[in-house]
């Protein structure tokens, strides 16, 4: 790959996409002094991010600021939140996002209720081989208006194409005519949606982080709204993998969300259907009292008044259907990112390295960046995205040696290597088993509010009513957690 062969012409890069990722694009594309505009079909940056405004994040602030941003922000005098706090969705656009998006050098260059349909190339379809490199793109927005670009970074996300209920990746037989009793992905079942929840039996369907996010808040839920019940059905023959790597996880929030989910199922708290695939949804008075049940191709069935589908999402390539994509059949993703993030041999959450040569199509100039260039693997870091970007954008200025440069330092999940660190001081103690479980679970509500992890775990534990000997020896197991990885 050559210089030429991403640049077409003298028009800026189109970035599709001002969300976090798509944002990162315009500050490297500042530095790198390149001429762009961002397209994005909301109001306002962070469309998407406002959806789960209510949720906080399980990485801190120092894996949620791009470097390029962070120096554009501080260059114009704005403090930036401290980097071990966990921002809640709605932080994320109110503390970086909106000012990131107001700066003088990007806010010009935003161009908001501008949603894409298509993009090809000037005068060429797919087809045409001849002159293809050096024919400029052509962006084409929903209002019929059209945009020529040297190059298009693609942030658009996935947040608008979830997967569906299914349990073989076609919509359940009924999905789609009980779509109003189906909330999507991280419902604010402790806010907004609380009605339709509160003394309702509930149905959580996935085995990812929004799942387990779900669970953990309808728990709390049901803790203050009598008659609240609670099922979480997955499609594999057990937990284990959503329970995560708990304390050995780096990200603290992370490893607290499957040790607090598998405390809650331990309890009773939470019902647990496994190998659970859904086949058939069927609402109203097939639904059980009215609701919705659900039905898996056994003939198992599961009646219950709301359905939450945190099965993922899947990227939407309809808008490049003129482009010459080469996509892995699997993943959706590059083919050359495809075997780094595949799912079904990273079981640990491994993210190798990866940049502008992994991230490349035979279409010159057009890259897909953030999530939708994952396509359906999950559990995507925005630090991911961001790296992406810088590598993207050396490129396209030119500077190689930077482009293929790429380095990525990620929070491991510690899910192919659980100590037993809290079990081992558990045991020692004569404690009951459930005690780790429990501790984790209670640190979990603290860790947004707590100055340190190790605070978080001296108020869980004093919640607990755990003694002072057991209160030192996991306080101190924190410490050692938090020296080891926060750097």
């Known amino acids: 790959m050559s210089e030429r062969e991403i640049s077409a012409g003298d028009g800026p890069v189109v970035v599709i996409g001002a969300g976090p990722v798509g944002l990162a694009a315009a500050a490297h594309l500042v530095e790198r002094e390149l001429p762009f505009l961002v397209v994005d079909a909301g109001a306002g940056p962070g469309a998407s991010v406002r959806r789960w405004g209510h949720v906080r994040l399980f990485s801190p602030w120092r894996y949620n600021i791009d470097p390029a941003a962070r120096r554009l922000l501080t260059e114009a005098g704005i403090t930036l939140p401290a980097d071990e706090d966990l921002p809640t969705g709605a932080d994320l656009v109110a503390r970086y996002l909106e000012p990131l998006a107001a700066l003088p050098r990007i806010a010009p260059r935003l161009r908001y209720g501008a949603e894409v349909v298509a993009i090809g190339r000037v005068g060429a379809d797919r ?3 001849a002159g293809r490199e050096d024919t400029p793109f052509v962006v084409r927005l929903a209002d019929g208006s059209e945009i020529t670009a040297r190059a298009v970074l693609d942030a658009s996300g996935t947040w608008r194409t979830p997967n569906v209920l299914g349990g073989n ?5 009924g999905e789609r005519e009980a779509a109003g009793w189906i909330d999507h992905a991280l419902p604010d079942v402790l806010g907004a949606d609380r009605d339709r929840h509160a003394g309702r039996h509930t149905v959580v369907v996935g085995a990812g982080h929004s799942a387990a996010t779900t669970l953990l808040a309808l728990a709390d839920l049901a803790a203050s709204a009598p008659g609240t019940r609670i099922t979480w059905a997955i499609r594999a023959d057990a937990p284990d993998r959503t329970y995560g790597g708990g304390e050995d996880d780096q990200l603290p929030a992370r490893g607290a969300l499957g040790a607090g989910l598998h405390h809650l199922v331990a309890a009773g ?3 647990l259907a496994t190998g659970f695939r859904v086949h058939t949804v069927r609402a109203g008075a097939d639904g059980g009292a009215g609701g919705v049940r659900l039905l898996d191709a056994a003939g198992r069935s599961i009646d219950a008044d709301r359905v ?10 309809r808008l490049a259907g003129e482009l010459r994509l080469e996509l892995d059949p699997i993943l959706e993703a590059a083919r050359e990112l495809a075997p780094l993030i595949d799912p079904n041999v990273h079981s640990c959450g491994t993210v190798y390295p990866h940049g502008v040569a992994e991230l490349s199509h035979p279409e010159p100039g057009y890259f897909a960046l953030g999530s939708k260039s994952y396509g359906r693997a999950p559990t995507f870091l925005m630090a991911t995205g961001y790296e992406q970007a810088r590598s993207v954008v ?4 030119g500077d190689w040696a930077a482009a293929r440069d790429v380095r990525l330092a990620l ?5 192919c290597s659980v100590s037993t660190g809290l079990q081992g001081i558990a045991a020692d103690l004569g404690l009951p088993a459930d005690v ?3 501790l984790m679970t209670a640190t979990a509500r603290h860790l947004g509010s707590a100055a340190t992890p190790v605070d978080a775990v001296l108020t869980a534990a004093a919640e607990l009513g755990l003694d002072p000997t057991a209160t030192r020896r996991f306080a101190a197991f ?3 957690q938090a020296g080891d990885h926060t750097g």
Request: proline residues 8%; glycine residues 8%; negative net charge.
């Open 127 to 129: 087809v045409r081989t």
């Open 269 to 271: 708290r939470v019902e």
């Open 308 to 317: 939450v589908a945190a099965t993922g999402y899947r990227p939407d390539w």
């Open 478 to 480: 924190a410490a050692a």
């Open 169 to 173: 990746g076609l919509a359940a037989h």
């Open 394 to 397: 050396a490129a396209l200025a």
């Open 411 to 415: 929070p491991e999940t510690g899910v």
């Open 436 to 438: 780790p479980d429990q």
